[in-house]
């Protein structure tokens, strides 16, 4: 009845297609379902109070996915790390506890893997929304949890993204259209009702494809027919992009392009202008 949840995939209709129209042509996409606060089950169809908050979507048919090491070893050294930093709140079968922390039963490996590597659990409190943070584990205690949490758990296997394969022009695109709303253009944060929207620039390729397909807290997630592997890609390589943007003669002003720098210029000239004025105004009197 518990795994059950992991098939209650979320049927979302999908209408963007594969290829990009030009970015002045593209109409608003319809919002992805509305994320639900703590507790709520993000939309899915399940009775379960403690249900994961949403379903991640499983990478589309055929396309990569990122796999993590597993052995015996692995899965009970990520049994006893569970124990002691997960299960007051998730459960020792990861079952969840209404009211504190959703079931991992489902989730798969790429929640695990973003949650843990952004350093966003374990939470100090259930109440607080994760943020990025040192890691709290090393990279083979991720993959220890991972192991464990999958081997009990099961779930989709996590997203990858490549972001050589992408175009820099369909990924800005993709993140005006589902991303920058919350995100901002840049990929630098923003605020959205009742949540923190982290800049994204420190994320990896694989923390966005991530992110892309399971939504953490209050983002929406997407599925393959939402933004497939190539808009993937390309989201992962403009994420990467806008830390090191080719500077077109930017100011520094977020680099968000010649014309609100062409009014910052209109604004330092009216300056210039008055103080001028003001000098020769003063000589004027003096003399
Ligand atoms: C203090 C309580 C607490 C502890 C300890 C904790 N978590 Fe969580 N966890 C939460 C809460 C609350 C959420 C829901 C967060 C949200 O709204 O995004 C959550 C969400 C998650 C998710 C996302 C689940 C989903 O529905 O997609 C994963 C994965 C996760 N935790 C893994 C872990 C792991 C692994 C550990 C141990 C290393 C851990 N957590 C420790 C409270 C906790
Ligand atoms: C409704 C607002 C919203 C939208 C739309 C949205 N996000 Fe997010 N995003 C968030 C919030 C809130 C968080 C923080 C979640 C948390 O702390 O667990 C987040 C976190 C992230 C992170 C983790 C950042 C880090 O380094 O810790 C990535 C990566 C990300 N989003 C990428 C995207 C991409 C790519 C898109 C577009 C496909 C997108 N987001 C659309 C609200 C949004």
């Known amino acids: 009845m518990l795994t059950s949840v992991a098939l209650v995939w979320m049927a979302t209709p999908a209408p963007s297609g594969a290829?990009?129209?030009?970015?002045?042509?593209?109409?608003?996409?319809?919002?992805?379902?509305?994320?639900?606060?703590?507790?709520?089950?993000g939309g899915a169809p399940t009775t379960l109070p403690n249900a994961p908050l949403k379903s991640p979507e499983p990478p589309g048919a055929g396309n990569p996915t990122t796999s993590f090491p597993s052995s015996p070893p692995l899965v009970a050294q990520g049994m006893a790390l569970y124990q002691n930093g997960c299960s007051s709140c998730h459960g020792i079968l990861l079952q969840g506890q209404p009211g504190v922390a959703p079931s991992l039963i489902g989730v798969g490996a790429g929640p695990v893997d973003f949650y843990l590597s952004t350093g966003r659990m374990p939470l100090d409190n259930p109440r607080?929304?994760?943020?990025?943070?040192?890691?709290?584990?090393?990279?083979?205690?991720?993959?220890?949890?991972?192991?464990?949490?999958?081997?009990?758990?099961?779930?989709?296997?996590?997203?990858?993204?490549?972001?050589?394969?992408?175009?820099?022009?369909?990924?800005?695109?993709?993140?005006?259209d589902h991303c920058a709303?919350?995100?901002?253009?840049?990929?630098?944060?923003?605020?959205?009702?009742?949540?923190?929207v982290p800049a994204l620039q420190q994320a990896t390729a694989l923390q966005v494809?991530?992110?892309?397909?399971?939504?953490?807290?209050?983002?929406?997630?997407?599925?393959?027919?939402?933004?497939?592997?190539?808009?993937l890609d390309s989201l992962a390589k403009y994420v990467l992009w806008t830390r090191h943007p080719s500077n077109a003669g930017g100011w520094g002003i977020y680099n968000i392009g010649p014309i609100p720098e062409g009014i910052a210029a209109w604004f330092l000239a009216l300056l210039a202008l008055v103080l001028v004025a003001r000098l020769i105004g003063e000589r004027m009197t003096t003399e």
Do not use: W
């Open 181 to 196: 709303g919350c995100h901002q253009l840049v990929a630098r944060g923003g605020l959205v009702v009742g949540a923190y």
């Open 19 to 41: 290829s990009s129209p030009p970015l002045a042509a593209e109409t608003p996409q319809p919002t992805p379902t509305p994320p639900g606060p703590l507790k709520a089950d």
């Open 128 to 176: 607080e929304e994760p943020g990025r943070n040192q890691p709290a584990y090393t990279r083979t205690e991720i993959n220890a949890l991972i192991a464990f949490i999958t081997k009990v758990g099961g779930g989709p296997p996590s997203p990858a993204a490549n972001p050589a394969a992408g175009s820099l022009a369909v990924g800005f695109h993709q993140f005006v």
């Open 209 to 231: 494809a991530e992110a892309v397909r399971m939504g953490p807290y209050l983002m929406p997630h997407f599925d393959a027919k939402q933004i497939n592997q190539y808009q």
